[in-house]
Structure formats: structure tokens, C-alpha cells
């Protein structure tokens, strides 16, 4: 059921809570890696059989936001989303050192896409599961341009909350999201082998695979070549202009995970209009 609240408060608390939740994002994005590179350190160590090492506690919440050089810890005025960036203009407050401006990015993504939801669904049950896979999406794209790893632990509970989705919002297209989520998978798994197979190179991760397969299963499979068609299309341009406009990266393998992550975007937010112009380009 829509929550009924005055537009003079909606926009507002909804921008609001989007620069919020993109600064819980930037959390994630800069500290799972860590916390996975951290936790396959440890079972190797373990397989071979080495001594355990000792490293204070790393994860969501420990320690509190430093600066990645003097590891002074940031003032709670500072970590304001967007506003603590500009106010410092960037930088530390203790060594001046440059901070990325990744920061006030995500949290103004966060900002435009909880808008975004909100103006297409409203403050609805559909609308919190939208919203929450498009944050999903953008915290598995940034940490994929980063690190080229899209971690299971963001790609498998997005397919699993696409098909409760389904379930709860939209409960006759449940069968199209199962398959949505096989052909996924399926689809690019075959890609790989076959591009392997031809070339004897890696195209892309299995990361990829269970991201598309997520993909299928919030949009069910109809979506599936029009989201590929965007995916690829865009990747595949903008590599193009960044290799010749940075000749150092001519030749570097490019993630595949951020294209599919806003093909995602756009699929769940304009899917029916695209849609159509899809099917009346191709018919």
C-alpha cells in the first residue's frame, strides 16, 4: 500500500534518505573487497597449512572512517554525504590529502535514483524493492570499475530478492523470472566458453554471469536481449573512445559488470517505453 505523504516533504526526505543510503554504499563498495581479499588471505593460509595471522577488525562498522594516508579519523561533520566532501574541499582535514571524489558521487547517485523511484512508484512496497535493487546495482558497478570483482555476496541475494519480488508485486510473472534467471546465467556462461574455446582468452567473469542472471530474474526473460543489446552496445563504445583517448590502457581488460548494472537501471526504471522502441526497431 502507497504511503500517503505531502510532495512539500516527499522529494525532500526522499533525497534525503537516497544521500544517506548512497553513503552507506561507499562503505561497502571500500570495504567488502577488503574484507573478502582479507577472508581468502586466511583460507589460504589455512590450505596451506601456514600460522593464522592476527590483524585487528576490518568490516561495516570497525574502525571508523579514516583517511586512507594519516589513518586520522574523519569528524562526523566531515562524513556528511556530499556536504562534508565540499566542505573540506576534497581533501583531508589533517594531511590534506586528496580524497576521491567516488564519495559525493555515490551519494548524489543514491540521491537521483531514490528520486527517481519514488517520482515512478512512489513510497510503495514495489517501490522499496526497485530502489533497493538499483542501489545494488550501483554499489556492484563501482566496486567492479575499482576491482573488476562483482562478489556473490551482492550478485546471489539480488537474484534471490528479484524473484521474491516477483513474488510478492507481481506473482503471475514469477515463471518468467525463473526463466529469466536460468537464461541469464546460461546465456553468458556460453559466451565464455565459446569465446574461450575460439580465442583461448577470458571474455568475462563469473561474476557477470550471476549479475545477469540477477537481472533476469527481476525483469523476467523478455528483458534479456534488450538489457545485452544496451550492455554490450555502451561498453563497447565508451572502450572504444577511452583506448584511444589513454593509449596506457590499449589492450587492458574492461569490466563488463558496470554496463550491465546500468542497462539494470534502465530497464527497471523505463522498461516498458524501451521496450516497445526496442520491439518496433527490430520488427
Excluded at 570497525?62 to 586520522?72: A, D, F, G
Aim: net charge positive; with cysteine.
Amino acid at each position: 500500500m502507497p504511503v500517503d505523504l505531502p510532495s512539500q516533504l516527499l522529494w525532500p526526505l526522499a533525497a534525503f534518505i537516497g544521500l544517506c543510503l548512497g553513503s552507506f554504499l561507499n562503505v561497502v563498495i571500500t570495504r567488502l573487497p577488503v574484507m573478502l581479499m582479507r577472508e581468502w588471505r586466511a583460507e589460504a593460509r589455512e590450505a596451506l597449512e601456514l600460522e593464522t595471522e592476527t590483524t585487528p577488525a576490518f568490516n561495516m562498522v570497525t574502525p571508523r572512517s579514516l583517511c586512507p594516508r594519516c589513518e586520522t579519523p574523519i569528524a562526523w561533520h566531515d562524513n556528511l554525504p556530499v556536504l562534508g566532501w565540499l566542505k573540506r574541499r576534497g581533501r583531508c582535514a589533517h594531511c590534506h590529502t586528496r580524497i576521491s571524489p567516488q564519495y559525493p558521487l555515490v551519494e548524489l547517485a543514491g540521491a537521483l535514483l531514490t528520486l527517481a523511484v519514488t517520482a515512478l512508484f512512489g513510497p510503495t512496497l514495489e517501490g522499496v524493492f526497485i530502489l533497493a535493487a538499483c542501489l545494488s546495482l550501483l554499489a556492484m558497478a563501482v566496486i567492479d570499475l575499482r576491482t573488476q570483482l562483482l562478489p556473490d555476496m551482492l550478485t546471489l541475494p539480488l537474484l534471490w530478492a528479484g524473484l521474491l519480488y516477483q513474488l510478492l508485486c507481481q506473482p503471475l510473472q514469477l515463471p518468467n523470472a525463473v526463466i529469466g534467471a536460468m537464461a541469464g546465467y546460461l546465456s553468458l556462461w556460453g559466451f565464455y566458453w565459446l569465446f574461450k574455446a575460439v580465442t583461448g582468452k577470458e571474455g568475462m567473469g563469473y561474476g557477470d554471469f550471476k549479475l545477469f542472471a540477477a537481472l533476469g530474474a527481476w525483469l523476467g526473460w523478455i528483458y534479456l536481449p534488450l538489457v545485452l543489446i544496451l550492455a554490450a552496445g555502451a561498453g563497447a563504445i565508451v572502450g572504444v573512445v577511452v583506448q584511444l583517448a589513454v593509449p596506457r590502457l590499449r589492450g587492458a581488460p574492461m569490466p563488463f559488470g558496470p554496463w550491465l548494472a546500468a542497462a539494470g537501471w534502465m530497464a527497471l526504471l523505463l522498461g516498458k517505453p524501451l521496450m516497445a522502441t526496442y520491439l518496433t526497431l527490430v520488427m
